[in-house]
């Protein structure tokens, strides 16, 4: 089938720390795995995106790193700052070339 | 570079009513995708067309449908509205198919109340 489960749904952490939200996927053929933040009230938007022949990506302070054996991927924020407080959604590309998105994860950073 | 557009932005409608929602792309982009956002539910894929034909089907009743026009606009409809389509209504556009080479740019949506 075609899934994509996200955890946690909430996520609290304090200013500083490192925030990780997990997923896995059904497809085994999906190969593209982009990252969404959507702000409250705004549009979700790309900050990160991985392939499935590379196993780990980072853009200062956010990476993205695949599993592929295990159908997993991960994006790992360090250094959390209040301006990171926003729902973020994984997403996977399946083999009939949809990108199917996980359920999401509010994060709060609390200052 | 214009973003990608979404009208109306808000929409209130009747139960039983039907609704056409606008969305056109990014210039250059031949590629529109549509998800229906609830909370809870995160982003639920409705369709994606790609060059006027339909690529994608997500797991909606035949009341949800689409097209897409020879200039990359695509429009969506919603016929005999329930309750339970209230939703934010979000379009993506991308250069190719499932967002493969450079990801989705959304619109800001279409809120849908029906009541």
């Known amino acids: 089938g075609e899934n994509v489960e996200q955890h946690p749904s909430t996520l609290s952490v304090q200013e500083g720390d490192s925030a990780v939200i997990k997923c896995t996927y059904s497809d085994s053929a999906s190969n593209y795995f982009p990252w969404y933040k959507q702000e409250l009230g705004k549009r979700p938007q790309l900050i990160i995106d991985i392939r499935s022949n590379v196993g780990e990506k980072k853009d200062q302070r956010i990476a993205v790193t695949l599993n592929k054996t295990a159908k997993h991927f991960s994006l790992h924020i360090t250094e959390t700052q209040p301006e990171d407080s926003a729902v973020y959604f994984c997403a996977a590309r399946v083999n009939t070339d949809k990108l199917i998105f996980g359920t999401g994860t509010r994060l709060q950073v609390f200052p | 570079k214009a973003g990608v557009t979404q009208t109306p932005r808000y929409l209130i409608k009747t139960r039983g009513q039907q609704v056409t929602l606008s969305c056109s792309p990014i210039s250059g982009h031949r590629s529109v995708s549509w998800y229906q956002q609830t909370p809870g539910q995160g982003l639920q894929f409705l369709f994606e067309y790609f060059s006027e034909t339909q690529r994608n089907k997500g797991n909606f009743p035949g009341r949800f449908s689409g097209r897409q026009f020879s200039n990359s606009r695509s429009e969506m409809n919603v016929s005999t509205l329930e309750l339970g389509d209230s939703a934010l209504y979000l379009c993506?556009?991308?250069?190719?198919?499932?967002?493969?080479?450079?990801?989705?740019?959304f619109g800001s949506g279409t809120r849908l109340t029906v009541v």
């Open positions: 993506a556009s991308s250069l190719g198919t499932g967002g493969i080479n450079y990801g989705y740019t």
